[in-house]
């Protein structure tokens, strides 16, 4: 992966050098590349280089990045509940009786669609903000190993600062016959490697690592899961993450993902003028963005994957 179109490393300015880059994901070395990664050349995976600390992460999950009123304009977290409803009508028909786990279940909207369909189900969050939500890592969550019916990562096993170890962890608490769900961005899609530091589902610095699908996939694998279903058709995100890619590529770099969010979700200020010309170069790009997203999802190999695995 060191051949993307990402330039030799440069520390970030302010930024403490961490002294061994290894790899989040298998702990091997790492080499650094571009401004913020370090790619590992046994697995494939990056992982975010220099970590961030703490205090990076809470500035980086600042209020514009899931404020109360919503995050998208139009109907952008309409869609985003539906998506959820469908998956919660997944995991309920395809896993045995018991209680999901939702790891970094955000606001809430997998667990809602599971509650309706009277599942049971518990959410992790990095603060608690519901009585179905605890505010644990996963590899704190002591609860009822073997017992959980299926867990989900949706998104989230790259905002974990120990993906392995959450894994490991998730292998323990699933039941016999009990489904993994795991859904992320894919570092050896064609739109990493073309959008290089731009693509948008690097989100740095919130994003700890950035695993290529065969990396996923195989160490769901070695730790003795069968992969159940795999897709790269993620319509919505794949699209989008061509459409922002092109659009970030026109002169002063406008920010479709911005663009799209609600004036509190921000994470700058957009003045009406910009937001329409932002917008009106993504509705001149879809066309290109959905050919280019066509091809990816035909090659197997999208900006997103989806990997269902099940506990013998
Ligand atoms: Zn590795």
């Keep these: 992966m060191s051949t993307m179109t990402i330039a030799p490393h440069a520390p970030a300015r302010g930024v403490t050098q961490a002294p061994h880059p290894c790899c989040v994901w298998c702990g091997g070395p790492a080499q650094p590349v571009g401004s913020r990664l ?3 050349a046994a697995c494939g995976a990056a992982s975010t280089y220099p970590p961030p600390d703490e205090q990076e992460l809470l500035a980086a999950y600042a209020r514009w990045y899931r404020p109360a009123g919503g995050r998208f304009a139009g109907c952008g977290d309409g869609l985003l509940r539906r998506s959820r409803a469908t998956l919660a009508g997944r995991l309920d028909r395809l896993a045995p009786p018991g209680p999901v786990l939702d790891v970094g279940c955000g606001d809430g909207a997998l667990l809602d669609a599971l509650h309706a369909r009277g599942r049971a189900a518990c959410g992790l969050e990095r603060t608690a903000t519901r009585p179905d939500v605890r505010a644990s890592e996963l590899t704190a969550f002591e609860e009822r190993a073997g017992e959980w019916a299926a867990i989900a990562f949706w998104h989230s096993l790259e905002h974990l600062r120990q993906p392995a170890a959450a894994l490991d962890r998730a292998c323990m608490l699933l ?3 009990g489904l993994l769900v795991v859904a992320m961005p894919n570092w050896a899609s064609w739109q990493a490697r073309t959008l290089g530091e731009r693509w948008l589902a690097l989100d740095l610095p919130r994003h700890l690592v950035h ?11 070695e730790r003795g899961l069968e992969i159940g279903r795999v897709s790269y058709w993620r319509g919505g995100q794949v699209v989008f ?10 002169p002063g770099h406008p920010d ?5 969010r609600q004036p509190d979700a921000r994470q ?16 001149a790009l879809a066309p290109a963005a959905f050919a ?3 091809a990816e ?8 994957v989806y990997v269902e695995a099940w506990r013998p």
């Design 38 to 40: 370090a790619v590992c």
């Design 175 to 177: 039941a016999p016959r």
């Design 211 to 221: 695993l290529p699908a065969s990396a996923l996939i195989g160490g769901l694998r």
């Design 241 to 250: 993450g061509w459409l922002h890619g092109l659009v970030g590529r026109l």
């Design 256 to 260: 479709l993902y911005d663009a799209i």
């Design 268 to 283: 700058a200020q957009l003045g009406s003028g910009a937001r329409l010309a932002t917008l009106g170069a993504g509705v």
């Design 292 to 294: 280019l997203a066509a």
């Design 297 to 304: 999802v035909a090659a197997r190999t999208s900006g997103t």
